[in-house]
């Protein structure tokens, strides 16, 4: 049993916590912040929207989910996605994964698109289970790392 919702303020600290854990350059914690201020959702540009999502279980934050829709591009662009380690191998990555590829279908989205580290072998099986295509190397995406583009028509 599981929850996902929008990030609230009460959730950044652990939002940040566990972004610090696992990234080597994590995300700056106001940009989390500014995402729960403004209810899970920053719009700008007009047609672009920032969406981030929490999952819950059993009233614990678990994990989290930021995408990107692009509405004239019909372009959905997964940002950050991560799970904290205690929880792993449940289902939750996927499970965020599977809600945030539905909001896009449900906005109309035809793609998706998301990086990662071309070390990261687990999120790769996650994406290729999810029927992910690898599309391209990106060079130096990361310092001194190759990205892998990953891509999946929706
Ligand atoms: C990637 C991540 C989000 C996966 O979260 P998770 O909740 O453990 O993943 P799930 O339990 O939903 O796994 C779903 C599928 O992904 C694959 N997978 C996930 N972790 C794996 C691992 N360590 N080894 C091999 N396959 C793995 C499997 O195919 C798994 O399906 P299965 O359990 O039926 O075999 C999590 O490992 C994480 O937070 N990593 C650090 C942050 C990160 O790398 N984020 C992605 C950046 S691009």
Not at 61 to 78: D, F, M, Q, R, S
Not at 103 to 118: N, Q, S, T, Y
Request: glycine share 6%; with cysteine; hydrophobic share 40%.
């Amino acid at each position: 049993m599981c929850v996902i919702r929008p990030i609230v303020l009460s959730d950044v600290q652990l939002v940040y916590e566990i972004e610090c854990r696992n990234f080597p350059t994590p995300w700056n914690k106001s940009i989390f912040e500014a995402i729960a201020t403004w209810g899970g959702k920053i719009r700008f540009q007009n047609h672009r929207v920032l969406l981030m999502r929490v999952l819950e279980s059993e009233h614990k934050l678990v994990g989290y989910i930021v995408w990107e829709e692009n509405k004239i591009a019909k372009k959905g662009h997964i940002m950050n996605l991560a799970v904290s380690e205690e929880y792993r191998r449940r289902g939750w990555g996927e499970k965020l994964l599977r809600y945030a590829l539905d909001m896009m279908r449900a906005g109309k989205m035809l793609f998706c698109v998301l990086e990662v580290r071309e070390s990261n072998l687990s999120a790769q099986k996650l994406y290729e289970k999810i029927g992910m295509k690898k599309k391209e190397r990106i060079e130096d995406y990361y310092e001194q790392e190759d990205a892998i583009l990953y891509y999946l028509s929706l």
